[in-house]
């Protein structure tokens, strides 16, 4: 340890304190920060604060995050202010709990929902060395982290622009051309729904099975194998998908998790949840997969769901839905260039995913190197 450097206790150095409401207090129009254990701030009407603070997320997804200026704050979440900043800066107590957070994830506690107390905050163990060396500290750091945030931002960019030329490609593919027909779904498919069964019957072995979340959270635009089974008796008295059927989720948290298909070419029949409907058709399924995923397709289905806890629509609005049918060798020849846009995307997404997790990686390293 340097001279002039020493360990102080966080409970002696700060002003510890939690936000006072409740997580709907937000609202969208908001003039100022509402923080809550989200990573992205919500947006209030109404302050209760006014400082330069460091917020840690004291349940959920443990985070930390520095603000100076009026805001608001979830009762969950921990506002800490320098008892004198010329003790100790603001902007390193940041950097110090950037790191810490790794051990208050180690030591939160709860069942369902992981939680820190106060005294995992007033106990910790601040490295304080004087208040110039200290914003010495920190300007280092905010070189460092820029220069990995252009690295991770370059990346993203990257991924941005591919993501747009696909959904450019998508929209102008699948506008009507000469000798296109105009269809309804409902002209072209036999549109079945499936039938309940909850998370606890999915097993590992047994009747292969398609439920709703995993369409558009694990699927993407194809599956060749499920993520999951159910039990043979339980199957038989399933509604199922065949290879090259397309199936669709009807029910979702949000507009755009809905109405989403995904074509299946497994070569044992799925058993499909109750919160989706199954096309069995004569058309190219990867073509039918991609128009669920059109702009166009969203914008006609959006008027006819309804919105409460969960998003949902009738099977009505998915027989109407229009779609604009080529020939079935065009149908193929769209989906292979669409394939290929598709797998540069996929591409750019891993790479970015990796970058994203080295930077991050790479930052806490940094942090670590300072703080232990």
């Not at 990867?286 to 128009?291: E, K, N, P, T, V």
């Not at 949902?312 to 394939?339: G, R, Y």
């Amino acid at each position: 340890m340097k001279e002039g450097w020493t360990y102080k206790r966080l409970g002696d150095l700060c002003r510890i304190r939690t936000g006072k409401l409740d997580a709907n207090a937000a609202d969208d129009d908001g003039l100022y920060p509402f923080f809550t254990c989200s990573v992205t701030p919500l947006r209030i009407n109404k302050y209760a604060y006014d400082c330069e603070c460091v917020l840690v997320a004291g349940n959920g997804d443990l985070n930390v995050k520095y603000y100076s200026g009026k805001f608001n704050a979830y009762q969950r979440t921990y506002i800490i202010e320098s008892n004198d900043k010329n003790v100790l800066d603001v902007r390193y107590l940041y950097m110090f709990l950037s790191e810490y957070v790794t051990i208050l994830r180690k030591k939160s506690i709860g069942a369902i929902i992981k939680y820190i107390k106060l005294g995992y905050l007033t106990e910790a163990k601040l490295l304080l060395p004087p208040i110039s060396e200290q914003q010495s500290i920190v300007d280092y750091l905010n070189s460092a982290f820029a220069k990995i945030d252009t690295m991770k931002a370059n990346a993203e960019k990257a991924l941005n622009e591919a993501k747009a030329l696909f959904q450019a490609s998508l929209k102008e593919m699948l506008e009507p051309k000469e000798g296109w027909e105009e269809k309804n779904l409902g002209d072209i498919c036999e549109i079945i729904r499936g039938k309940r069964f909850v998370r606890t019957d999915i097993i590992e072995n047994g009747v292969p099975c398609i439920h709703y979340g995993d369409i558009y959270t694990h699927y993407g635009l194809s599956v060749k194998k499920t993520r999951g089974c159910i039990n043979p008796e339980l199957a038989k008295k399933m509604r199922f998908a065949e290879k090259n059927d397309v199936v669709v989720v009807q029910a979702g948290e949000n507009n755009w998790d809905i109405g989403v298909g995904v074509a299946y070419f497994g070569e044992e029949p799925a058993a499909v949840h109750d919160a989706c409907f199954i096309l069995k058709h004569k058309q190219d399924p990867m073509y039918i997969s991609y128009y669920l995923r059109s702009y166009n397709y969203h914008r006609y289905l959006v008027d006819y769901v309804h919105e409460g806890k969960i998003c949902s629509f009738l099977k009505p609005a998915l027989e109407n839905a229009p779609i604009p049918l080529p020939p079935f060798s065009e149908q193929q020849s769209i989906v292979a260039t669409l394939d290929s846009l598709k797998s540069k995307v996929d591409r750019l997404q891993a790479n970015y995913d990796k970058i994203s997790k080295e930077c991050d990686a790479l930052k806490q390293a940094i942090l670590r190197q300072v703080f232990e």
